[in-house]
């Protein structure tokens, strides 16, 4: 197939026009970096995506990976593509330069990976666990941990897993059992399972460093008692090469609907009597750690969810431009020529849900890497802090929306290839099962609702709110010095000023102890928060858009600029009016799910 | 796995206690039977769903059929199961005495059938187009067609398929280019090639009876110039027993993301000089020979819905109800037990949205089977008309609520079981796989829109729609004397106004000669009137229940009512707020999905 699964003049728009990413070559960390090799990664990106990780992304799902008691096999073509990732510099994106990496701003790293997860999400899978348990590491780990461990992930020569679950606790991390016994050194001998490993095991690199939870006995209970810690398949060296086997089982492979391409596994640790791990940062820190660098995974897994919608949005836009299917409604002769699909009204509707949900989902993800740049390296301890309060609040949607939305994007695409998209001669299924992923990991779609409600929107009297809000307003004022815009302005400030009305409705309840009844909406107010969050990147890419159209630009992108206008009008007439009703149930304290007896259903 | 796949008690709340099955004994074709006899056809029926097709469902997921080029390989349970299906009468449930069927009220078929579609959707694929095509031949056959094909297929020795769509004409039935050749005496060689149709070969039954659309030379265009023919895989002799092979060959299985164990297939007709087929009843009247069948066809594939829908529910059910995980939000102390999942307030959402979409899914469909029977069998003319009236306006409804609506349903079945809902050890992921298919086959979501809002809601000035309210409001009125449901009243009521409303103007807009505006959103107006038409039969079902209540039940049924009542709260304050805001967006008459230029996607 030859579709793209990614819009680079899309990326382009997000990453210049909208989030003038390009500025931050004016900062020490980037000065020498310019567009132009911002341009020539992403576009390295596209070509290897396109060679090397979409060939492959139907063959990986049929043909899933296997353990035959020994050995876990994986079809060669996973290994390729990683090793050109590898030598390519990616695995270090955003690594420094003194650590083998490559310093690229967070919002380029992630354009980079929305690239490669379009065309293969399950051969992603890989470096998305490696670069986030690298980033732990640069955090929180000390030189010689770096050098042993963080180093070679950089390189490529390591991958990493991010090992929290177990069979019993999933979302409740309190109740994980996986235990580290002391013996000397900030050396630990970790016993315990871990479930829902992904890249748990494999031969892709020379070695594993799985970041571990586990309690060190008499901890306190609960997560105020979980600590952090280095656990290699092999142990390493003080020269860098590889010692022995360290006591870690591969328990089995999950059988998975999508995303088979990834192994998640259950691992063994301490079998043999106990593997060997090394605590990261201080005892009984170890969820604040992890928590910590949870920012960018989150981000990653919201863009990942965008970048499945993204690929199966343009495999049917491509489908409808190109397959004849009947005719007009009130153009019935059956003697004249049948229309293209994408001639038809609802076909373009369900165009129009997956562009609106995609490409305002991708304006979202970015948004928050670069607010992630700004915490890094904005110009004054002002602006860091803004970004950070940003960025708390903005995480569970960024996490949730593009994974609830872009997962109903996919089984648009499906709608519009009609029989044809539920086979498996055709991506767009594929896509399907393997976003449906999203909403459940990293932190469910409920828990992301609970964070978003029972403490980012309403911590410091709604502070973070009030200055999302005071963000929104500026592009809300300028929008409507723009006819075409002041529409879509007035429906955002209302859909804003339900949400404002809501929260303080809900945080006054939860002064007044109604914890439960409270929150027994929060994911619906995820929703309804997101919906919000999504107009307003509309509104902004509508407003950039018009005033590129000022600016006499080319027939392409007068067309591609008046889709992003047409797309705001879609998403806040079809999509923004949901607002007011979610914003009416959930200040109304609701108790339909409290009070119902389990008995009764 | 012991959990049950769909809930008996409320198939007997729905069949006797909404719907008052059992009266229709009271009429000549039912004489004989009794409600004692249904219930023990439905036990019979779950019996064997229990036995004999739930414990194959994933087996035949995981080993869909093959074709070796020269037979299709199907696991041997499928017969086993079908066997006895038949061998018990259920192919012939709907069908006279005479005939060799049961003369079960259709309320009672689609009770059974969906008993057992929950089990095995995969393997039910087969009986339902068998009793598809039966029943065309009952309507319109000749005797001789009668004998020779629709008894055997009643007595389970044949099988059948409908075959509609071709390759290049999917929706667009007027493009169908299979032709039939007359040769005399009612035979026509038929050549052509027919996409999708499942059933289309195997080795389950002795002969398979095709029923294909194609068109006859010189046979006017598009529709009007579609005629309908028998095409056996075997020709039948006067005896009845197996002629030469007929020139049909499997061009191929297609690989689909669920519903794997229904073969799907592309057939050839004619490779060899042509099919012998028979023209059922007049030249150029296939379609509506077709269509008119339809209606039970659809109702079928939305209780189809419903059915995966009810098993993914129950399945999260139980288990919601025995996974230990988590604290209440105002309760984190770690050394208290978890609680069970189902204590947790978003759990109980989604338990909800999945009861209420397929209990309510479940009363629709049965009603819409209630309404067949009225139709046959109504004791007067009148009440038959109304009864084909409230039947034709409901059937797109029937067909397409439960395939959206239900299939949210089992994604949230697998939200509810978190990771390991997602692997392919739980049944549920599965369920989401099938049940994505009913949003397409049978006419798509899209069609069914363009059906509803195009003809039945707006012709004879909305005469049907207006028959459709005036039933509805005598629920409301008589819900009204009751305390705890005048709320849902007067919702359903606001309900009803928007719609009638949305009604009005569209009709006025199509008057006016605005066609393509007025339906540019049927879509919409479809999912709309679903929800009025869901909140009125939840409305029904808390009405019935309340009545019940009143009578002093034993404790688990008043348990049963009570979560009747609850789920009607939820319907109408979660669900029934939509209806407003969509309302105000199709009464716009929005142009944005016509007016966008295809080059702006």
């Not at 993204?310 to 009130?330: E, F, I």
């Not at 307003?473 to 002041?486: F, S």
Request: net charge negative; proline share 4%; with cysteine.
């Amino acid at each position: 197939m030859s579709v793209a699964t990614m819009n680079l003049r899309d990326l382009s728009f997000q990453l210049y026009e909208m989030l003038d990413t390009d500025s931050l070559v004016g900062r020490d960390r980037h000065a020498d970096q310019d567009r132009d090799i911002y341009d020539a990664i992403l576009k390295t990106a596209a070509d290897m995506a396109r060679d090397l990780f979409e060939p492959h992304n139907r063959k990986a799902d049929l043909n899933e990976p296997t353990f035959d008691g020994e050995k876990v096999h994986i079809i060669p073509e996973v290994k390729e593509a990683l090793d050109a990732y590898i030598e390519n510099g990616f695995m270090g994106m955003q690594h420094d330069y003194d650590d083998g990496g490559m310093q690229l701003p967070t919002a380029i790293a992630m354009a980079c990976n929305a690239i490669f997860t379009a065309a293969n999400t399950g051969t992603m899978g890989y470096p998305f666990l490696t670069v986030g348990a690298s980033n732990v590491l640069r955090a929180y780990g000390t030189d010689d941990q770096k050098n042993r461990f963080m180093k070679p992930m950089i390189a490529g020569r390591f991958f990493g897993t991010m090992c929290l679950s177990e069979p019993q606790a999933g979302s409740s991390l309190s109740d994980i059992k996986t235990k580290a016994v002391p013996t000397g050194g900030g050396t630990y001998k970790i016993s315990g399972s871990k479930m829902w490993i992904s890249a748990g095991e494999h031969d892709l690199s020379e070695n594993i460093v799985h970041l571990v939870l586990a309690k060190i006995p008499g901890a306190p209970d609960g997560v105020k008692g979980i600590s952090l810690f280095i656990v290699p398949k092999y142990l390493v060296n003080d020269d860098g090469s590889l010692g022995e086997r360290n006591d870690v089982t591969l328990a089995g492979l999950n059988h998975k609907m999508g995303y088979r391409g990834t192994t998640n596994t259950l691992l063994n640790f301490g079998e043999q009597g106990g593997a060997t791990g090394y605590l990261i940062g201080e005892e009984h820190k170890g969820l604040f750690y992890m928590f910590h660098m949870m920012n960018e995974a989150r981000i990653g897994v919201g863009l990942g969810a965008v970048s499945l919608g993204y690929a199966g949005y343009l495999y049917s836009l491509d489908y409808a431009k190109n397959r004849p299917q009947g005719r007009h409604p009130d153009g019935k002769d059956a003697r004249s020529d049948q229309l293209m699909l994408i001639e038809h009204a609802d076909i373009r509707r369900l165009l129009l849900a997956q562009k609106a949900a995609v490409e305002g989902g991708l304006a979202l993800c970015l948004y928050a890497a670069r607010l992630v740049d700004e915490e890094k390296t904005g110009p004054d301890e002002a602006a860091r802090a803004e970004a950070k309060t940003l960025l708390d609040l903005l995480t569970p949607v960024v996490k949730s929306w593009p994974s609830e939305f872009c997962l109903e994007a996919n089984k648009h695409a499906i709608q519009v290839l009609g029989g044809y998209g539920y086979t498996r001669d055709y991506p767009v299924e594929q896509y399907y099962r393997d976003n449906r992923l999203n909403p459940i990991h990293e932190g469910t779609h409920g828990i992301q609702g609970l964070d978003l409600l029972g403490r980012k929107a309403i911590m410091d009297n709604g502070a973070a709110l009030k200055l999302l809000i005071k963000h929104m307003t500026a592009t809300m004022d300028t929008a409507r010095t723009h006819p075409r815009l002041a529409e879509f302005a007035d429906r955002l400030d209302a859909s804003a000023q339900v949400i404002t009305r809501t929260t303080q409705t809900i945080a006054a309840a939860m002064q007044d102890g109604k914890i439960r009844l409270s929150l027994a909406n929060a994911t619906l107010y995820l929703d309804m928060f997101g919906h919000m969050v999504l107009g307003w990147k509309w509104l902004e890419q509508a407003l950039t858009a018009e005033r590129a159209l000022s600016e006499n630009p080319s027939d392409i992108d007068r067309a591609f600029y008046e889709g992003k206008i047409a797309t705001c009008q879609y998403f806040h007439r079809y999509e923004l009016c949901r607002v007011e009703p979610w914003g009416n149930l959930i200040a109304s304290l609701d108790d339909t799910t409290l009070t119902i007896d389990p008995d009764c259903f």
